[in-house]
């Protein structure tokens, strides 16, 4: 199965700052990678899909890019309520697998 | 707005069958791809399975010996049979509903159910 790891485990920044968070694939996925958001106690939210789509009503701040086993989610600038852990999946090949996320702080 | 709430039993012994099961609410059952994904406490997220309306299915090679997914659209609700559970099994448990044109992708997830596995 394809694994996908993320960078960092944790990133903490100060609120306005840009967040980058990275995903990498095991071999190619070609653009079908998409984000989650994950706060705590809740079921996870799509973000992005597809590497660059944002979904139905996710804030500008946030965009993907992508493509093959290089992945990148970033925040613009980053909001008290962007708190949360983020995964990145891909929809390639079966089983679909996510990453162990990136778990994003506010300093 | 498709509404989805798992339902079950919050305990289940070891060796037994984990049944739960999600119904769909303000949306129909048909044209949609229905999954069960899990998160042991703490962990990441795991695919276990999905089915299409007609009934079709896929499910986790990890899995695949034990797990059962089945869509009963007169009812609008989707289930999901786990056998021989083990304390590995303990885990959050989400439905989900996949776009058929984007398959392999979420957009719902039920607000998920902790089944523990215990004696």
């Known amino acids: 199965e394809i694994v996908l790891t993320q960078s960092p485990a944790t990133l903490s920044l100060s609120p306005g700052k840009r967040a980058t968070l990275s995903c990498r694939a095991s071999q190619s996925v070609s653009n079908y990678l998409a984000w989650y958001q994950q706060k705590a106690g809740q079921a996870p939210r799509l973000l992005i899909y597809?590497?660059?789509n944002r979904a139905t009503g996710i804030p500008a701040r946030f965009s993907g890019g992508g493509s093959g086993t290089d992945f990148t989610l970033t925040i613009s600038s980053l909001e008290p309520e962007d708190i949360a852990v983020y995964y990145c999946?891909?929809?390639?090949?079966?089983?679909?697998?996510f990453g162990q996320g990136s778990k994003v702080e506010i300093k | 707005q498709v509404h989805l709430q798992e339902s079950g039993p919050g305990l289940v012994k070891p060796s037994e069958t984990l049944s739960l099961t999600c119904p769909v609410s303000?949306?129909?059952?048909?044209?949609?791809?229905w999954s069960w994904i899990r998160q042991p406490p703490g962990k990441g997220l795991e695919w276990i399975g999905y089915m299409f309306h007609t009934g079709g299915t896929n499910y986790n090679p990890s899995l695949k010996s034990r797990v059962t997914i089945s869509v009963d659209t007169s009812k609008n609700h989707f289930s999901l049979k786990l056998a021989s559970v083990t304390a590995a099994d303990t885990a959050v448990y989400y439905c989900?509903?996949?776009?058929?044109?984007?398959?392999?992708?979420?957009?719902?997830w039920g607000q998920g159910i902790l089944v523990t596995v215990s004696s």
């Open positions: 597809d590497a660059s």
């Open positions: 303000g949306g129909s059952i048909s044209s949609y791809y």
């Open positions: 999946q891909q929809r390639s090949i079966w089983p679909w697998t």
């Open positions: 989900a509903r996949i776009p058929v044109g984007l398959i392999g992708m979420v957009d719902s």
